[in-house]
C-alpha cells in the first residue's frame, strides 16, 4: 500500500486519527485545533476535519524547524519524531493493514570478493574518476571496491551485502554473485524520510546522479523486461512509499522496454520519465549538463505523444530483433497466432470440449518462454488445476512424487492462482490481477470463465463493461487476457460453433482482439466406443465403416476467427494424448517430457 493509499485512509477518519495523536486539541468549526505539533493544548494548529481538504494541516506556531504543513503521513510522522518507514509501520498497525506474507525464492548471501578501496594513482581510480567523472566522496558513498583491473560494486541492505556485482574496466564484462536476491544499487544514498527516488539503469548512472546531489538508485540487471526486471517483487514493499518515482532509462530499445515494464508494474500513477539529452545519465555528467533540470521536467507516462517517436517500435514489428516480446506463441504452430502484450482473447467451446484443459497446455509452453500466468479458475479448486498441469508438465497419468517435485523446480514462479471458487466479483479478480501483474510479474491472465463473474448471461450493459475494463487493463498493465466462454447449445455436438454462437454481448468477440474456438470431435470419439462396444459381426462392420470415415481427422480444432494484429485466421488440427492430458500436433503420439531435463 503506497503513502498516498494510507494517507486517503487516515483522512477518510481524520477525527478519529486527531484525537488519538493529539488528544489536547478540541473540534472548532470544522477543524481540530490544537497549540502546536508537540500536542500541548492551544489555537495556533489546524487540522482540516471536513472537505476535499480534509487531513490537510497547517502549524502557525513558529520559531521550530519542524514542518509547518502537510498531510496526515506527515503529521503522523512528526507528531511521533519518526522516520517514514517506521511511521509507515505504525500507521499500518493502526490501521489494521496486515501486509501479506508473500513467499519467495531463498537466495544464498554472497560472501565479499577480496577487494580494497579504490585508490589514487590505480587504473580503477583513473577509469571512474577521470573518464567516467565520478568523485571520490561518491565512491566511499557507494563502498565502491576494486581488485586488480576489477570493480566491484556492492548491493546493500541495511548494510548487509545482499549480492554484487563485479566490471572489468574499460571494458563490459559483468559479472553477478551466484544465486543473490535481485535488488537496488544504492539503498544507502537514500534518506528513510524520502518520498522521491530516481531509478536508473546502471550503476554509474546512478552515481552520476549522486555526484550531482541527487541520490539514486539503480537496477541490478540493466535495460529490457520480464526477468530482468524480476528485481520489482522484492523491492515492492520497499518502494511503497514513494510517491513519485523518476525512470533514468537509457534511450535506446532496452531501455525503453524497462521503462515500459517498470512503470506497468510499480504504477503509471507515480512514475515520471526522465528525458535527457544524451543516451544515459552518465554521458550527460561527463560533459557536464546538469540532471536536476531534467527530473525538474521529468513527465508522468503520458498517453499524448508523437506517433512517430514510435518509428523504433513499428520498425521492429516489421523487422523483430532477439529479445523482443512478440506475445507467447503457440506449441504446436508457429507463426499463426501470437498473445500479444496489451491484447485479450476470448475462447469460446461447448461445455466439455476442453477449453480450460488447453489453455493450461498453452500456459504451460508460455512458461517455457519465460512468461508467468495468473489462473482465476472459479470453477475449479487450485489443486485439481494443479493435479493437470503436473500431468501435463510430466507427461504421464500418474506423475510419481520426484516428477512432481522437478516440475515444482521447474514450473513454481511460473503459475499463480486466484484463489476464490464460485461467483467471484469483479473488483476482487481485478485487484488480484493487479498484485499479479505488479508484484509477482505475471504477464498472462486467465478468466474461467465469464459465467462466474457475477455478470447474468442476459445483462448484456454489464458483459459490455467487463470486457472493456479487461482491455484497459490488458493495456494500462501491458499484459494478455484469456477470457474463457460457454457457447449456445447447438443441436448435436458435432456442428462446430463459431464466434457467433458465443453465449452473451456481441462486445465479448468485439472489444477483445482475439476469438479462438475449441471443439472436441465427439463423432470420432463415438466411432471408437461403438467399435469396442459392438456386440455382433453385423454391428463391428458397421463400426469399422464408420471408424474408417473419421480416423484420419484430428481429435481437436482450434479454430482462430479473428485476430486482430495478425495476418493469419484459420484451423489448427490437434491430437489428445489422454494419459498426459496433453494436445499434440496433428499425427503426433508422444507428449512431450517438459520435466526430463532436470536432475
Known amino acids: 500500500m503506497t503513502v498516498e493509499e494510507l494517507n486517503n485512509q487516515l483522512a477518510s477518519q481524520v477525527k478519529t486519527v486527531c484525537m488519538y495523536l493529539l488528544p489536547n486539541g478540541e473540534e472548532k468549526n470544522g477543524r481540530w485545533k490544537i497549540g502546536s505539533i508537540r500536542g500541548e493544548a492551544g ?35 512528526q507528531v511521533r519524531g519518526r522516520n517514514l518507514v517506521d511511521t509507515i509501520k505504525e500507521i499500518k498497525d493502526f490501521l489494521g493493514i496486515k501486509d501479506e506474507e508473500k513467499k519467495r525464492k531463498k537466495y544464498q548471501r554472497p560472501v565479499k570478493p577480496k577487494c580494497s578501496v579504490v585508490k589514487k594513482e590505480t587504473a580503477a581510480h583513473d577509469w571512474l574518476t577521470e573518464e567516467r567523472n565520478i568523485t571520490e566522496n561518491t565512491l566511499k558513498a557507494y563502498k565502491i571496491g576494486v581488485n586488480g583491473n576489477k570493480v566491484f560494486f556492492p548491493y546493500l541492505r541495511n548494510d548487509e551485502l545482499i549480492m554484487y556485482k563485479t566490471r572489468k574496466i574499460r571494458e563490459k564484462e ?14 544507502q544514498s537514500i534518506s528513510e524520510d524520502a518520498r522521491e527516488i530516481i531509478i536508473t539503469e546502471g550503476e554509474i548512472d546512478c552515481m552520476s546522479y549522486y555526484d550531482q546531489g541527487l541520490p539514486a538508485v539503480s537496477v541490478p540487471i540493466g535495460g529490457g523486461g520480464g526477468n530482468k526486471q524480476r528485481w520489482i517483487e522484492y523491492e515492492f514493499d520497499n518502494l511503497e512509499r514513494f510517491n513519485k518515482i523518476f525512470l533514468s532509462m537509457d534511450s535506446d530499445s532496452e531501455g525503453q522496454k524497462a521503462l515500459k515494464e517498470i512503470s506497468a508494474r510499480l504504477g503509471k500513477h507515480r512514475c515520471y520519465s526522465i528525458d535527457l539529452p544524451e543516451k544515459d545519465a552518465n554521458e550527460c555528467h561527463m560533459k557536464g549538463i546538469q540532471l536536476k533540470q531534467y527530473v525538474d521536467e521529468a513527465t508522468l507516462i503520458s498517453p499524448v505523444k508523437k506517433l512517430y517517436s514510435f518509428m523504433d517500435a513499428a520498425m521492429r514489428r516489421i523487422y523483430p530483433e532477439d529479445g523482443d516480446d512478440l506475445g507467447m506463441g503457440l506449441p504446436w504452430k508457429e507463426n499463426t497466432i501470437r498473445f500479444r502484450p496489451g491484447e485479450g482473447t476470448v475462447w469460446g467451446g461447448i461445455n466439455g470440449h476442453g477449453k480450460s484443459l488447453l489453455l493450461g497446455n498453452l500456459l504451460i509452453h508460455g512458461a517455457t518462454e519465460g512468461y508467468k500466468s495468473c489462473i482465476a479458475s472459479m ?3 487450485p489443486e485439481i488445476t494443479l493435479e493437470r498441469i503436473l500431468k501435463q508438465t510430466c507427461g504421464v497419468d500418474y506423475p510419481t512424487s520426484e516428477m512432481a517435485e522437478k516440475s515444482k523446480l521447474r514450473f513454481e514462479e511460473y503459475f499463480y492462482v486466484f484463489d476464490v471458487l464460485g461467483t467471484a466479483k469483479v473488483d476482487d479478480i481485478f485487484s488480484s490481477f493487479i498484485i499479479a501483474r505488479t508484484v509477482y510479474g505475471c504477464t498472462q491472465f486467465v478468466v474461467d470463465s465469464l459465467a462466474k463473474c457475477g455478470i447474468a448471461e442476459t445483462d448484456m450493459d454489464h458483459q459490455k463493461l467487463f470486457v472493456e475494463r479487461l482491455s484497459d487493463f490488458t493495456r494500462e498493465y501491458d499484459c494478455h487476457v484469456h ?56 454391428d463391428v462392420a458397421g463400426a469399422e465403416k464408420n471408424l ?52
Open 43 to 77: 489555537q495556533s494548529m489546524s487540522i482540516q476535519l471536513t472537505g476535499n481538504k480534509s487531513g490537510r494541516w497547517y502549524d502557525h506556531d513558529g520559531g521550530r524547524e519542524s514542518k509547518a504543513m502537510g498531510d496526515m503521513v506527515e503529521l503522523w510522522k
Open 174 to 187: 559483468m559479472f553477478v554473485s551466484k544465486d543473490s536476491e535481485p535488488i537496488l544499487f544504492g539503498w
Open 379 to 381: 470453477e475449479m479448486k
Open 483 to 538: 477470457l474463457i466462454c460457454h457457447i449456445r447449445k447447438p443441436p448435436d455436438e458435432s456442428i462446430i460453433p463459431d464466434k457467433m454462437d458465443i453465449k452473451g454481448s456481441g462486445a465479448l468477440s468485439d472489444l477483445l482482439d482475439n476469438v479462438c474456438i475449441i471443439w472436441r470431435n465427439k463423432p470420432k470419439e463415438d466411432a471408437y466406443r461403438k467399435l469396442e462396444y459392438a456386440a455382433t459381426e453385423r
Open 548 to 599: 474408417q470415415r473419421v480416423s484420419g481427422q484430428s481429435d481437436v480444432i482450434i479454430r482462430c476467427q479473428k485476430q486482430r494484429n495478425g495476418d493469419w485466421e484459420g484451423v489448427i488440427p490437434l491430437t489428445f494424448h489422454p494419459q498426459s492430458l496433453q494436445y499434440l500436433k496433428m499425427g503426433y503420439t508422444h507428449p512431450v517430457k517438459y520435466v526430463n531435463d532436470l536432475n
